[in-house]
């Protein structure tokens, strides 16, 4: 297995290759300090965060642009001494720890849903100029290439797909290598659990996850994990179903689902017990800010409609049928 260290400015990255691969290579930066709720920069450096490359012949694939510009010339620098000399880069989301580095992949192409696209036009002016302790200032690099539903790319002999699912944002890319079944899966799938971006949205991305479950996937890569195991190869397909059974588990129809009086590492403990999860303590935090945000959400929309209160919502607990996989529709907006 290739590793590399780090550069002196880089101090914490971790350069690899996840056992199993031949033409893969992660860069995992963080989890290497305590959980502080803050901004994107130190709650990202908490969790642990990765993007990887995909390399053959002088073609390569970034996906993602890394946490900071140092991340991303880390990266581009390591698959040009591979030989690359044809660089794609891909957004899996508009999210601050996945674009951040782009400014030092400018010479790239760019590829990203185009909702990706929207979304950051609107807010680059804001990332620019955060406020303060909102985390470090961003030089946003717009996508030079767009796409809706599905689009393949050749990385040397090896296809890859890009799939969009409304899951964690609405614009986000999930990539698909057919050949060997891996994926890399951005935000849409987390190790210990997911954060929850959009609340409101929950009944999609359990249906979402559902149709993503049909998609014949051997391993996952995600952008935050443990990286013991990423380094092992990635997670199991099951990190689908462990991420629909505590998106179920926080959003139990009844006024306070018992998930929101226990830790995540109690509302998990089975799938830690099997070893589907790895368990990480600052997702404690994750876990507190998710509660919050159903919480909310269910506030918003008792005031709306005063008809409407929990028990009024979809059951999300019913959803699991969605879940079998018989029913699933592309129910894309786009
Ligand atoms: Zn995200």
Redesign the pocket.
């Known amino acids: 297995m290739a590793t590399s260290n780090a550069s002196p400015e880089l101090p914490t990255l971790r350069t690899f290759r996840p056992g199993g691969t031949t033409t893969i290579y992660a860069y995992y930066d963080g989890r290497t300090c305590p959980w502080q709720s803050s901004n994107w920069y130190d709650e990202t450096l908490a969790l642990g965060v990765a993007s990887y490359s995909i390399i053959d012949g002088n073609t390569a694939l970034l996906f993602d642009a890394g946490l900071t510009p140092a991340h991303g010339a880390h990266m581009l620098a390591h698959v040009r001494s591979l030989g690359a000399d044809s660089v794609t880069t891909v957004y899996s ?1 508009f ?1 601050a ?2 674009i951040a580095g782009a400014s030092a992949l400018r010479e790239t192409k760019i590829v990203a849903h185009k909702g990706t696209y929207e979304r950051l036009k609107k807010d680059a002016e804001n990332l620019r100029n955060p406020g303060e302790g909102e985390g470090p200032s961003i030089d946003v690099v717009l996508p030079t290439e767009t796409y809706e539903m599905t689009l393949s790319i050749q990385v040397g002999s090896i296809t890859v797909e890009l799939h969009n699912f409304h899951i ?2 609405a614009d986000s890319t999930l990539l698909f290598i057919p050949e060997s079944g891996l994926v890399f899966a951005g ?1 849409m799938l987390e190790d210990t659990v997911t ?1 929850l ?1 959009d609340a409101e949205d929950l009944e999609k991305h359990i249906q979402e996850l559902g149709r993503m479950a049909q998609l014949p996937i051997k391993k996952i890569l995600p952008a935050h994990g443990c990286p013991d195991r990423i380094r092992a190869g990635g997670f199991d397909k099951s990190l689908i179903d462990t991420t629909v059974r505590y998106l179920t588990a926080l959003s139990e129809p009844v006024e306070k689902p018992a998930a929101w009086e226990k830790t995540l590492e109690e509302v998990m403990k089975d799938d830690l017990a099997a070893g589907k999860l790895v368990y990480c303590q600052a997702y404690e935090g994750v876990h507190h800010e998710n509660i919050e945000s159903i919480k909310e959400i269910r506030e918003e929309n008792s005031a709306i409609d005063t008809t409407k209160s929990w028990d009024k919502q979809p059951d999300i607990c019913n959803l699991s049928s969605y879940y079998t996989g018989q029913t699933i529709n592309d129910r894309r907006e786009s």
């Open positions: 989301h999210h720890d996945h964690h944002t935000d954060y971006s």
